[in-house]
């Protein structure tokens, strides 16, 4: 008993500032179950849980579905080139830049609700808009991924609600005996990080570990698993624009020297041509951010990695979506853009 106390008081003594701050998140996940910022939720898989997160699950401050009078409200809903994406989180994120822009452009409070959520396909977007966002009556809902539908085309024997390759999290936070040591030592804590720590997201929710699509070697992916993405985006928009609502969709800009394997960049421009297509087909606004981004070669510098982006790409992509809008924009009577929805509480 007194070896594993000196052992304990020893590690305390011993153990780095850096490492200290590591143990102490990883000992929050043991008895929280929470993973790094995320939680399991039953119909989206996951959302946010963080003291940065609102009560609803998103990266952004606290919001309520009652409308204020006179104020427009626009919902961004898509993953993390949404919800954040660079240092600066949410406060460089393009809804927090588009809110800025638009109110220094109109001279009126706007109110942006961003949506993101890292690593979300549009199956969570679908679902988060009928079980969460519609409630919210916004006036405007801006759809932007691209990137995390590419994902589960990567595996064969693809299945449609993406369940070849999405999996339901499984995290249970620690209890009885092993509770205690969690939380009274932090050597015993250590030696459970050693064994592998908290998963990631994204390892958390997936399984890519089966047989994978011939056509990747050839840089290429199947036309026809594309078609789900484009079904499930304009389910939503559809909804959207059947409900009052103005609908843009934007296309995902990609950096043209990021190392990554040809069919990424492949299924990327597959699911931005159907967003053109969809606009062009049901009368959805257009931000071709993509296109927009390929002629102004000197925005290259912006990218973080293939699709993420510094603050002042952001921004670019925030002034494309307040142009876009600028004739919505000056119909606006001074009450607000439509009717308040009495939303459910």
């Known amino acids: 008993m007194l070896l594993l106390?000196?052992?304990?008081?020893?590690?305390?003594?011993?153990?780095?500032?850096?490492?200290r701050a590591g143990?102490?998140?990883?000992?929050?996940?043991?008895?929280?179950?929470?993973m790094r910022g995320f939680?399991?939720?039953?119909?989206?898989n996951f959302q946010r849980r963080s003291p940065n997160s609102n009560s609803f699950g998103f990266l952004d401050h606290p919001w309520t579905r009652a409308r204020t009078a006179g104020v427009p409200r626009i919902v961004c809903l898509g993953g993390s080139t949404t919800e954040s994406g660079n240092e600066l989180s949410s406060d460089g994120a393009y809804p927090r830049l588009l809110e800025r822009t638009l109110e220094q452009r109109t001279g009126r409070d706007v109110e942006v609700l961003n949506a993101g959520i890292s690593g979300w396909t549009s199956a969570e977007m679908l679902v988060a808009?009928?079980?969460?966002?519609?409630?919210?009556?916004?006036?405007?809902v801006v759809l932007h991924e691209g990137v995390n539908d590419v994902l589960p085309r990567f595996l064969a024997d693809f299945q449609p609600d993406y369940s070849h390759w999405r999996r339901p999290i499984q995290t249970q936070a620690t209890r009885g005996l092993e509770r205690w040591l969690v939380r009274w030592s932090s050597l015993y804590v250590y030696l459970r990080f050693r064994g592998g720590g908290a998963p990631d997201i994204l390892e958390a929710s997936t399984d890519s570990s089966g047989p994978k699509e011939p056509l990747v070697a050839e840089g290429?992916?199947?036309?026809?698993?594309?078609?789900?993405?484009r079904r499930n985006i304009a389910s939503l928009a559809r909804a959207g624009q059947a409900d009052g609502r103005q609908v843009v969709l934007m296309t995902l800009p990609t950096s043209?020297?990021?190392?990554?394997?040809?069919?990424?960049?492949?299924?990327?421009?597959?699911?931005?041509?159907?967003l053109r297509e969809l606009c062009a087909e049901h009368g959805f606004l257009l931000v071709d951010a993509a296109q927009a981004f390929r002629a102004h070669a000197e925005l290259d510098e912006?990218?973080?990695?293939?699709?993420?982006?510094?603050?002042?790409?952001?921004?670019?992509?925030?002034?494309?979506?307040?142009?876009?809008?600028?004739?919505?924009?000056?119909?606006?009577?001074?009450?607000?853009?439509?009717?308040?929805?009495?939303?459910?509480?």
């Open 5 to 19: 106390v000196g052992s304990e008081l020893g590690f305390r003594a011993l153990a780095p500032k850096g490492t």
């Open 23 to 34: 143990l102490e998140r990883f000992r929050n996940y043991l008895l929280t179950g929470v």
């Open 39 to 44: 939680e399991a939720r039953a119909y989206t």
């Open 129 to 140: 808009w009928f079980l969460i966002l519609q409630d919210f009556a916004p006036d405007v």
């Open 220 to 229: 290429k992916l199947p036309h026809e698993t594309s078609l789900v993405f």
């Open 256 to 274: 043209p020297s990021a190392e990554v394997a040809e069919s990424w960049r492949y299924g990327i421009e597959e699911n931005n041509q159907h």
């Open 302 to 345: 912006q990218f973080l990695d293939l699709v993420h982006l510094q603050v002042a790409g952001n921004q670019f992509k925030a002034e494309l979506v307040a142009a876009a809008l600028s004739d919505w924009l000056a119909g606006l009577s001074p009450e607000g853009a439509r009717p308040t929805v009495e939303a459910t509480r």
